[in-house]
Each structure stands twice: as C-alpha cells, then as structure tokens.
C-alpha cells in the first residue's frame, strides 16, 4: 500500500474525480460535489471532516479517495485519522462524552446498536433521498445490516469479510498433504472428520513425531496442526470456531439481525465447543493461555502453525511473512453438506454531534460509491461492498498470486455467508460469553455450563 507513487497517486485521483462528476450528471447517481439538508435545498459543502478508521493498511487508499473527494468538493476536506482497535473505540466512545468524536467513523456491527440506543449515530435516510443516493448497490444483504430497529439507517456499507484457512505450503508438503486434500476437507464434532485428521497429521512434537503417531508428545510440540486467533472467540468466535458451528444447523440467535433469544445452550454450539476444546487436550492446538495477548499471524509467521483459521483482513499480512510461502484453502465442509463463514459487513456512520454535517454525510456517500470502492478495490487491502469494488479487489490479489475467490469469496459465490449477530446489550454478551467460553477451552468447565451462561444472556432480554 504504501508504495502507491506520486505519479499513480495523481492519476486516480484525476480519474476518480472526473468518474464522481460524471456520476453528479447521471440521474442515478451515488455522489456529487454538492449536498442538501434533509428537504431542502443544493448547496455547496465546505469545511473539515475528521473521519476514523482502525486499519493503517487501508489509510493510504482511503486517503486517495479523500483527495478525489477534495478535489470535486473545492472547499472541503477530510482528515483521516488511524488508531489501532482498542484505542480507537475508546477514542470513539469517549468522544462522544467530551465532544470530541470524528464526524465520520468507521462503524462495526457489535458496536453500532449500542451507539443507536445512545442516539451518537445521525439518520442518513432523508439526506440520502434528498440526493437521490441508492442503497442497492451493495453485495447482497450488506445495506440491510445498517438498518436499525426503528427502521432508520445509520451507515452505508463499505467493505464485508469472510473466513478462510491460511497453511504453510512448506509444511503441508512436508507432511505429503496436497491443495487438494485441504480442498476437500470435512468435519463433524464427533470425531473431527478428515479436518481433524489432517491437523493431527500437521501437528509436530520437538521429537519430530507427528499427532497421528506412536509416541507424539503433546506437552512438547513444536508444530501445532491448527493455530488459535487470540483465545476461544467468546460469543461470537468469528475466526476461531464460527465457520465449524455455522454447517450444523445452529445460529447465535432467534434471528439476525435483531434477535432478542440467544442460543448457546443448544447441542450443536456446545458439541462444537468440547471438539475445540478437545484439539488443545490432544495437542493439537494451542491453549488459550498460550496464545493470549499474542499476534496468531505472527505466531505463524515464526513457524509454530501449519494452518490457522482467519479473516480476509489478515490476507496481506499472512502472505507477507519472510520466509514462509503462504498458501489459502478453504474452510471443511460440515455435516449439513456445505461450508459456512460469517460474514462482517462494515459501514460508515455519522456522528450525531458533527459540527459539519452536510459534509460529512457526503464524504459518507462517497466512501459508499463505486468511485471510491473500486479504487479501494484495485488496493488489494480488503473486499469492497459494491461488487465492481469486490472484483477489482480479486484481481488484485491474484495480481500478488494470491486466489481469494476458491477460499473468502467461495462463500459469496455459494451463499454459504451467515451474518454476525448483531442485538442490543452487545457488550453486556459479551462480558457474560467471554469468561464462559474461555472457562471451556482452559478446562475449567465443561461445555454444558454455557447453558447457564445463555440464562445469564437471554435474561438481559426479558422486560
């Protein structure tokens, strides 16, 4: 990313300007260099939008668009502004005590209903309407995800994410396993499956004796078969167990979005809990205390894992590790026939307390646009949500030799995606899941104490 030069720099900035005035002409068009206040008039924007976002990958590209934005909109700006996660939530959150928030933020489905019920999030329906904005545009079931309960909405899709495997091709060749054997992979919580197999088969003691031979000593190992992502996944375990739970049959909630009735206490969740859990009692995988406060790409990285489940977010910092020569597959197949992955879709929202909202609103349908996406998209950093940008991303990657389409877009493609579970009282599961789950993959319960955790979670509901 950072080795966009000036020259090419200047060109897309010069052809996403001339593509956001050719869309300011065309009656469906999803941007343009003037806005309007909800029912009323055009006016010209001005002024200084401060927009956050987490991932400094992303920054530079988003900083093309902010230029591009400038350039169609003479007398704004917008000031891009990078902390890493948990600084950035705390920032977004206490800003919105002192008065400080950013006018535009990178928003998040865990996050976004709480900001609602505090009412920090602006509507963008009339101001949307006004400008003859469309919502349609976006891979399937995005745009729906940012409408919240009272039928408002309050973001515009901006990028989604799926689960993939990454492997070291060295030490899957080494173990005699080949693409297509991880290809086909299955699994089931009984015995694992030929995933489970595999994994055995990965995993490598100091002694050089494999998981699935005589004499494999767990308590040394010196290669695990499957890699942990920064401990048990709490509630929601996007990266660590979503993708086995999703082909049982099982969901988090009642339904998604907007449930009011969690599910943990169900079989299909707690049998897919003990088989996590059982990976660590054989060695197989690392335990969470192992893992904690420890980057799993950089665990990776140094070796220690023949595969490891992860988001596409991940994809250029999986592949950029010297030394290791990286390779993508996708997730087993489960016992309903078919892959699962959970699918994240991110948005931009409008601060209620925006100084400048005019502005901010049309930086937020311009972050929206193809215009914008599809330069994104050409980054090779994350998956746009307008299919154009989603594209342009996939050859990008390929570009790098990197085949995101038979592993993270195979779920696109398929219509094996399940949503994040998006409710109130998100922190509040959170804070009860965390500890119950982590209690299950230390050992220090067993998987049917989750139901009384679900007790616990489905009581914040009631009233």
Request: proline content about 4%; some cysteine; overall charge negative.
């Amino acid at each position: 990313m950072s080795g966009f030069s000036k020259r090419k720099a200047g060109a897309a900035i010069a052809t996403l300007a001339a593509a956001t005035l050719a869309l300011t002409a065309c009656s469906g068009g999803t941007t343009s260099p003037t806005t309007a206040a909800p029912g009323g008039a055009a006016a010209a924007i001005s002024g200084e939008v401060n927009y956050w976002l987490w991932d400094n990958n992303q920054k530079p590209a988003y900083q093309q668009c902010a230029d591009a934005f400038h350039v169609a909109n003479p007398g704004a700006t917008v000031k891009i502004t990078q902390y890493a996660w948990d600084d950035y939530w705390s920032g977004v959150t206490n800003g919105f005590v002192a008065g400080t928030a950013p006018d535009v933020f990178t928003n998040h489905l865990s996050k976004y209903p709480e900001f609602v019920t505090q009412g920090q999030l602006e509507p963008l329906d009339d101001y949307l309407a006004a400008d003859g904005t469309k919502t349609d545009i976006y891979q399937k079931g995005l745009a729906d995800l940012w409408v919240a309960q009272d039928g408002k909405r309050y973001g515009l899709p901006k990028d989604f994410d799926t689960i993939a495997i990454f492997y070291n091709k060295a030490l899957i060749a080494d173990a005699g396993v080949t693409e297509a054997d991880l290809g086909a992979m299955t699994w089931n919580p009984t015995d694992g499956g030929t995933y489970e197999k595999t994994i055995a088969h990965l995993t490598i003691d100091n002694a050089g004796k494999r998981g699935d031979e005589a004499g494999f000593d767990k308590t040394k190992v010196k290669v695990y078969g499957l890699g942990l992502d920064g401990g048990s996944g709490g509630g929601n375990g996007q990266t660590q167990w979503s993708m086995y739970s999703g082909t049982t049959g099982w969901s988090v909630t009642d339904k998604n979005p907007w449930g009011s009735h969690y599910n943990y206490d169900k079989p299909e969740f707690q049998s897919t809990i003990t088989w996590m859990r059982s990976l660590i009692e054989k060695g197989y995988m690392p335990s969470v205390e192992a893992v904690t406060g420890q980057s799993s790409g950089d665990i990776f990285g140094a070796g220690k894992y023949a595969m490891i489940t992860n988001g596409s977010w991940m994809i250029n910092q999986m592949f950029g590790y010297k030394g290791i020569e990286t390779g993508l597959a996708p997730t087993p197949m489960g016992p309903n026939g078919t892959r699962a992955s959970m699918y994240n879709g991110l948005a931009d929202s409008v601060w209620m307390g925006s100084k400048n909202k005019p502005a901010a609103v049309k930086w937020v349908e311009f972050l929206g646009s193809a215009a914008c996406q599809d330069l994104i998209g050409k980054a090779g950093v994350v998956f746009p949500a307008i299919s154009s940008g989603t594209d342009a991303a996939a050859a990008a990657f390929k570009a790098k030799g990197i085949d995101v389409d038979s592993s993270f877009l195979v779920h696109v493609k398929d219509g094996t995606t399940f949503l994040f579970p998006i409710t109130d009282h998100a922190s509040q599961v959170t804070n009860i899941m965390q500890p119950a789950v982590d209690a299950v993959f230390t050992g220090k319960a067993t998987a049917d104490s989750l139901t009384a955790a679900n007790e616990q979670v489905n009581a914040l509901f009631a009233g």
